[in-house]
């Protein structure tokens, strides 16, 4: 099965700076959907970008999707320290591959130090 | 509050005594699905359901059922747990698995369940 895999796993940065992740995944999808979970909590959806988009914007949050090269990458400007948290990408398959699961990447650990 | 709610958020057993997780919706989704989270795994989906009576398998499905007899409510069944099975359980929901071009999925705040 497909699999979202995030680079890095860890990146810690200081106040102010931008935090640039990164998710790969291995076939065809529909939409690509980025998630936030902080500390073992629920995870709260960010940011959706379809196949056929290849940038999306959402306040401090720029999304780009390349599906020729089967990635994506999460931009989070003038971070703050209350945007730590983990990030996960998930997928889907393409709208009548007949499955309706999601994949979940292994997640980005990103600490904003003040 | 449009919300998602799973009971118990924590939960020690044993082995092989069954066990149910609820999840309840108050958002009138169509699709509900179960995670489960382990460290450096992710989350891995163990079921969905497209809507009532309709479930089919995520990637993990072994060890657990699962049943949707009414909208909101999807829980998580395991018949005989093992210690494998501790995890952090989420259940998430979203307006429509047919169109998830269109529609997020909103989680609940998670189950800590461990199987001694």
């Known amino acids: 099965s497909q699999q979202g895999e995030e680079d890095p796993q860890a990146l810690s940065i200081q106040e102010g700076e931008n935090a640039t992740m990164n998710c790969s995944y291995k076939?065809?999808?529909?939409?690509l959907q980025w998630y936030r979970q902080n500390s073992g909590r629920g995870l709260v959806h960010l940011i959706l970008i379809r196949s056929n988009e290849r940038e999306k914007h959402s306040g401090r949050l720029r999304v780009t999707l390349d599906t020729s090269k089967k990635s994506s990458s999460l931009l989070i400007t003038a971070s703050r320290a209350a945007d730590t948290a983990s990030y996960f990408c998930a997928t889907d398959g393409p709208l009548n591959s007949g499955t309706y699961k999601y994949i979940f990447g292994t997640g980005t650990r990103l600490k904003v130090l003040a | 509050e449009a919300q998602v709610t799973q009971n118990p958020r924590y939960l020690i057993t044993v082995t092989g005594k069954k066990l149910t997780v609820t999840c309840s919706q108050n958002m009138n989704h169509e699709y509900m699905s179960w995670y489960r989270q382990d460290p450096g795994l992710g989350l891995r989906q163990i079921y969905y359901s497209m809507n009532v009576e309709v479930t089919d398998k995520g990637d993990v499905p072994e060890g657990y059922k699962v049943s949707r007899k009414e909208k909101r409510n999807f829980p998580l069944i395991l018949e005989s747990p093992s210690p494998n099975q501790t995890s952090l359980y989420f259940c998430?929901?979203?307006?429509?698995?047919?169109?998830?071009?269109?529609?997020?999925?909103?989680f609940g705040p998670g189950t800590r369940l461990t199987v001694t």
């Open positions: 076939t065809s999808i529909n939409n």
């Open positions: 998430a929901s979203s307006l429509s698995g047919f169109r998830r071009d269109l529609y997020e999925q909103y």
